[in-house]
Structure formats: structure tokens, C-alpha cells
């Protein structure tokens, strides 16, 4: 069968189910398969595709018809121009979070800094920031052991096993070192806002990791009061928080000792994440 037919029957199948991105989302997907980019189906859709392939593909189009997510499907997601290895024990990546990492360069760039993150995942936060910083160090944290071993896998892709530590911890009993920088991209969806999620995210990315209880400011307390305690003074805090969370974080941070040095807004005008420096 051509190229060109397969993915323009894959396309349509996705989008006569709804699925809004469906002619990229097959594009995606096949070239995943075949090992080859998106610009090679382009310039090459007149070519003969393989039974083999093309099952794989059908098996794929219809894990994408069940709503699961892209990522998964193919086992990775891009994030600061970077691609890191994904799977059902970690959150994927969004767009929003590289602000965080955008604001963090900016304050700590040519500096040797010692790094917490707090809540890790796929340790994209983390890794992405020693990319920028050469002489840096950090951790990262997770309760998740699928999460960690999936850090670690990215770690060493990206050759920052020698300048990078991640531990299966809850952040309540981690007490290790002092640090120049703690971030966290904390679960922070309000336990009733949980059911307004769509079907890619509830039934295929873990719970923990967005569920931030009753108002949404569970853990992201938590990390505030731990870094009381693990920041140097002058230290920074980076915290991503929710939609209308901005007032209540940011109260708690001045209550704690903290002083609020940079707010970013994301694309829909939501303060997104909060960088304070502790006093």
C-alpha cells in the first residue's frame, strides 16, 4: 500500500473520532515507526509500505482512537528541544513547564548550583536545566519508582549521569544537603476539577501526579515548607502552580519567608509559575 493512502486513511479514522490534532498525530506515529521524520513520509509518499509496518501502524492509529495520548504511543515526548522517554509512570511534558525553565536559566545562567527537584517524573525539568548550567549539580524525587528508573534512563541519554542523582523518596522524610534552587512542577488540580480532565489524561497519566487534593495546594504546601528547610539563604524557589492559585501560593510563600522576585503568565494569561528567593 502507498504511504500517502495509509496516512491519509489513518488521518481520517482519527478525526471522524474527534481527534482535533489527526493529520500530525499519524504523521507522528508512522514516522515513529518506520524510524524516519516527518519530512521523509512528505517527500516520500509515493512509496510502498510494508505489511509489517502497516500492522504495526493499524495497531497504533487504534491505541490513539482510545484517546492515548501521542506520547506514549511512541515512548517519547519533546521538551526544550530535547526528546525524553515517557511512559504511563510519568506525566508528559507541556509546553507551559518550559517557562519555568526559561525564568530558572535566566536567574542562575553561568552560575555552579546545587538543584533540588522535587517530584521529578521523567526528570525533564531537572535534566533540561543542567543542560544550560555545565557546572551543576542535582537531584531529583519522586514516591514513583517507575518515574525514577525512567529519569534515569533520560539522565543517561543525555550523558548527565555524572551530574545528576535521582532517589525514590517521599518529600516529607527527604532531608539530604543543601541546595542553591529547589523546583517543582507539583500535582496541583483540585481534587473536584479531576473529573473535568479529558479521557487522554485521566485514563492513561498517573493520578498522583495531578491529583493536589482538596484545593489543589497539597504538596505544593509541602514543598514550601520543605524548602524552609533545604534552601541556602538567598536560595531560589520555582514553583509551577494552577489556574487561579497565583494569590493563595503566593501568600503562603510571604508567610513562610519567601520573597516573590518573578511571576511568568502563560499562553491563556494564567500566572503559571513563581520564582521567590528565601530571605
Not at 543543601?178 to 479529558?198: F, G, H, Q
Request: glycine residues 6%; aromatic residues 6%.
Amino acid at each position: 500500500m502507498i504511504l500517502e493512502n495509509i496516512v491519509k486513511q489513518a488521518s481520517n479514522m482519527l478525526k471522524n473520532e474527534n481527534v482535533i490534532s489527526h493529520e500530525l498525530d499519524s504523521q507522528i506515529i508512522l514516522s515513529d515507526i518506520m524510524r524516519v521524520t516527518k519530512e521523509f513520509l512528505i517527500t516520500n509518499d509515493q512509496i510502498n509500505i510494508s505489511e509489517k509496518i502497516r500492522k504495526k501502524y493499524d495497531r497504533a492509529i487504534q491505541r490513539r482512537i482510545s484517546k492515548e495520548p501521542v506520547a506514549y504511543i511512541i515512548g517519547m515526548k519533546e521538551f526544550w528541544s530535547r526528546n525524553f522517554v515517557v511512559n504511563k509512570s510519568t506525566l508528559i511534558p507541556r509546553p507551559e513547564t518550559e517557562l519555568l525553565i526559561y525564568e530558572i536559566v535566566k536567574f542562575v545562567k553561568n552560575r555552579r548550583i546545587n538543584i533540588l527537584d522535587i517530584g521529578t517524573g521523567s526528570g525533564c525539568i531537572l535534566l533540561s536545566i543542567l543542560k544550560e548550567l555545565n557546572y551543576s549539580r542535582g537531584i531529583g524525587i519522586d514516591i514513583s519508582k517507575g518515574a525514577i528508573k525512567t529519569a534515569k534512563i533520560n539522565s543517561k541519554k543525555l550523558n548527565l549521569m555524572h551530574r545528576s542523582k535521582f532517589k525514590v523518596v517521599d518529600i516529607s522524610k527527604f532531608n539530604l544537603g543543601k541546595y542553591d534552587l529547589i523546583v517543582s512542577n507539583p500535582p496541583y488540580i483540585p481534587t473536584r476539577e479531576m473529573r473535568n480532565l479529558s479521557k487522554d489524561i485521566t485514563n492513561y497519566e498517573p493520578m498522583i501526579a495531578l491529583n493536589g487534593g482538596k484545593d489543589g495546594l497539597d504538596l505544593i504546601k509541602k514543598v514550601i515548607y520543605k524548602s524552609l528547610k533545604l534552601l541556602k539563604k538567598n536560595g531560589l524557589l520555582a514553583i509551577e502552580i494552577g489556574n487561579q492559585q497565583y494569590l493563595r501560593v503566593s501568600g503562603l510563600l510571604c508567610q513562610n519567608g519567601f520573597r516573590e522576585i518573578c511571576k511568568k503568565y502563560d499562553y491563556n494569561e494564567n500566572v503559571r509559575c513563581i520564582i521567590s528567593t528565601k530571605m
